[in-house]
């Protein structure tokens, strides 16, 4: 599954000069993909490709007279037509030609710099969209730190169910109220419980975040066919940030016996810029269990998912207060954990997911579930980070938090790096509190 070539050599430059800024998140060895639109413009949303602090614009690029071949044009036809579903509905092997095209397009040198870089669109020019419209969201619960802390709080003794350790546990999330980085989200209004011998209606006083990842399918595969693990990897096309926000008083008092609900569905938060798996190449990792630990069974075990199942991905949260915004006070990170520490690689999810013979659909999105970490405070929730609201959190300027206040800014952020390769990264995955609605 690892697939390494010229594209992902560290020493590329590109002739976009933002690119090469050891810091950016989009250097030529990444070449994301997105859907954007001037900003104050109403233009139907295009494909782009980041690339440093810019976007090459591939409605634009596949016009140009002369660029291309017959072939090449062909390629980049779905993406010129704005829709990155079609896209990425055409699997791996289109995929990588078109990031090899675009990888020769954008380095130093190409004799295409002259013409393509007037299809340059500054990022602080554009807003961005949903990568696509996504049609069935599943949400899992890949961290067994996670897993574990989430459980003392409810079973100390008994914190993880006999289950775990042999189905990727998930549900069925809703798809209408994703939105992409940048958008704000009303606190959510529910029934809370708590320790009162009746419910009450009123906003969420445990509004929390869960730092995760978001996987989209490529191609799908047809309903009572299910996807081996040996071509589990050929359906994801890539991943972005996801925050499933979450109400922690609305949900322990809804939660049995179906699962969550309308303490995660009013909003869930993904970054603009999906990660190819080409681009993630040189960051797979061995996927190991901890000694004892039962082996997955047959159907959602490989020599491959052994060897490079899993994914070496740093993930943080950070916070901006209301008040820090107003002092100038810079975001401050809460945590850091890392997506390699997950119990089930993405294949396995894959697996699993279509086992039964569901069927998935190109845009469909799986959520890793919230990724902590085993130490102490790498919790990838503030119900983890604070004990379940028993301990505050000191920020800047001398306020605290249990769960979120209105006015804060939530931002998930992520990069791969190391082993010689260039370090690459997931833009941020940003969203701010807003008050509840009045009743
Ligand atoms: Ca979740």
Redesign the pocket.
């Known amino acids: 599954m690892t697939r390494l070539d010229t594209t992902h050599d560290p020493a590329l430059r590109s002739w976009v000069e933002s690119a090469n800024d050891p810091a950016t998140d989009f250097p030529i060895q990444s070449l994301p993909f997105g859907r954007f639109r001037l900003a104050g413009s109403l233009q139907a949303w295009r494909v782009g490709v980041a690339i440093g602090d810019q976007i090459l614009d591939l409605t634009q690029a596949a016009e140009l007279a002369g660029a291309w071949t017959d072939a090449e044009r062909e390629r980049l036809a779905p993406l010129a037509h704005g829709d990155l579903k079609a896209f990425m509905a055409l699997g791996p092997i289109a995929r990588r030609a078109v990031r090899a095209q675009l990888s020769q397009a954008l380095r130093e040198d190409s004799p295409l710099q002259t013409a393509l870089a007037g299809c340059l669109v500054a990022q602080s020019q554009a807003v961005m969209g949903m990568p696509c419209d996504v049609g069935d969201y599943t949400?899992f619960y890949t961290s067994i730190h996670h897993a574990t802390a989430v459980g003392k709080l409810f079973r100390p003794d008994n914190p993880l169910l006999p289950n775990y350790k042999y189905v990727p546990i998930g549900y069925h999330g809703r798809s209408s109220s994703l939105q992409v980085s940048g958008i704000g989200f009303h606190r959510p209004q529910g029934q809370l419980k708590g320790d009162a011998p009746e419910p009450r209606f009123a906003p969420t006083a445990r509004l929390d975040h869960?730092l995760?990842l978001g996987a989209l399918i490529g191609a799908g595969n047809e309903q009572g066919e299910p996807i081996a693990m040996a071509n589990a990897e050929q359906h994801l096309f890539g991943l972005v940030l996801l925050n499933?926000w979450?109400a922690r008083d609305i949900q322990p008092w809804e939660y049995q016996p179906l699962g969550p609900f309308l303490s995660?569905n009013f909003a869930t938060t993904l970054s603009p810029w999906v990660v190819t798996m080409d681009a993630l190449a040189p960051f797979r990792v061995h996927f190991q269990r901890p000694a004892g630990d039962p082996a997955p069974l047959p159907y959602l075990d490989s020599a491959a998912n052994r060897e490079q199942g899993a994914i070496a991905i740093t993930l943080e949260v950070w916070l901006q207060t209301a008040g820090m915004r107003e002092r100038g006070e810079a975001a401050v990170r809460l945590m850091q954990s890392n997506f390699r520490d997950a119990y089930w690689t993405l294949a396995q999810l894959v697996a699993h997911h279509t086992s039964n013979g569901c069927n998935l659909r190109p845009g469909d999105l799986l959520?890793t579930?919230?990724q902590s970490g085993p130490e102490p405070g790498q919790g990838g929730s503030l119900h983890e980070l604070t004990q379940g609201g028993k301990q505050t959190i000191a920020l800047p300027g001398g306020e605290t938090r249990t769960y979120l206040q209105d006015g804060d800014t939530v931002i998930l952020r992520a990069f791969c790096e190391g082993d010689g390769h260039r370090r690459i990264g997931f833009g941020d995955c940003a969203a701010t509190v807003l008050p509840a609605r009045a009743p």
Do not use: A
């Open positions: 949400d869960e995760e499933d979450t995660k959520g579930g919230t």
